[in-house]
């Protein structure tokens, strides 16, 4: 098993500034090195694999582009970076970001939520454009009674809001490998303590649309990596809390 393979990912992102149409905008790098793999929902570079760093950007509000994934290489590209990445975006100030940290787990979140509702809404409200930095319809209200209620179409489409920023980006790192499966769970456990930690917050929602979350770790050797990342497992909790952590810090300052 050699040395480079076990190579932790970087903990701490770094934050960086670019010019672009105008605007001054922040993004956050972290430089992985050889050796780490990704489980991710991002739009450049998601799913499960081998990748050599992690950028989340900042884009001005109402994001005019069709190509994030493009936008995304290119600046990538413009910071030198090279081989697979994986890449977020948000329309959230990305120097406001927050860190929670547990027992070598770190947990980095930039946290817009301006746009936020519920997971589960009328099919009226998913019908606008998923893209970041675009107006969305937001979810109803949840009400005890609804619980059993099946959701129902009304018809009209209710008029989209005026924009503001939303998305929860999490990045996480840990320091030792996990298998697929444990990979998998880690995401659905950051999730699961990102909803606590905006419930937490006295936010009524379970996020916004364009929540993503990155999960990266060293890649396995011949033992497999860790087997377990739901909350009860050692590497899981510790992932909950540190996300939990630093979406609470995010929630609470953000717009």
């Not at 799913?47 to 992690?54: D, E, K, V």
């Not at 980006?169 to 298998?179: D, E, H, M, R």
Request: charged content about 20%; glycine content about 12%; some cysteine.
């Amino acid at each position: 098993m050699s040395s480079v393979r076990l190579r932790p990912p970087a903990q701490r992102g770094e934050l960086r500034d670019r010019h672009e149409d105008g605007h001054r905008l922040h993004h956050l790098l972290w430089r992985l090195g050889p050796g780490v793999r990704v489980c991710s929902s991002a739009v450049l570079g998601g799913g499960i694999g081998p990748r050599a760093w992690i950028l989340n950007a900042q884009v001005p509000g109402g994001y005019p582009r069709l190509d994030p994934d493009r936008h995304l290489a290119e600046i990538a590209a413009a910071e030198g970076l090279t081989g697979p990445g994986a890449g977020l975006m948000t329309a959230a100030d990305v120097a406001a970001y927050t860190t929670g940290h547990d027992g070598g787990v770190t947990a980095t979140v930039t946290a817009g939520l301006g746009v936020r509702g519920w997971a589960a809404t009328p099919d009226t409200a998913t019908r606008a454009s998923h893209r970041p930095g675009t107006a969305e319809v937001p979810g109803p209200t949840h009400r005890p009674e609804d619980a059993e209620a099946p959701y129902r179409s009304e018809g009209a489409e209710a008029p989209a809001p005026p924009f503001r920023p939303g998305t929860v980006n999490i990045v996480v790192t840990l320091p030792v490998a996990l298998s697929d499966a444990a990979l998998v769970n880690a995401v659905a456990t950051a999730t699961e303590a990102k909803v606590q930690a905006l419930l937490d917050a006295g936010l009524d929602c379970s996020g916004t649309p364009t929540d993503a979350v990155c999960v990266a770790a060293p890649e396995p050797g011949q033992d497999g990596g860790e087997p377990f990342a739901g909350p009860r497992s050692t590497w899981g909790a510790r992932i909950a809390r540190a996300v939990h952590t630093a979406v609470l810090a995010g929630a609470r300052t953000a717009p």
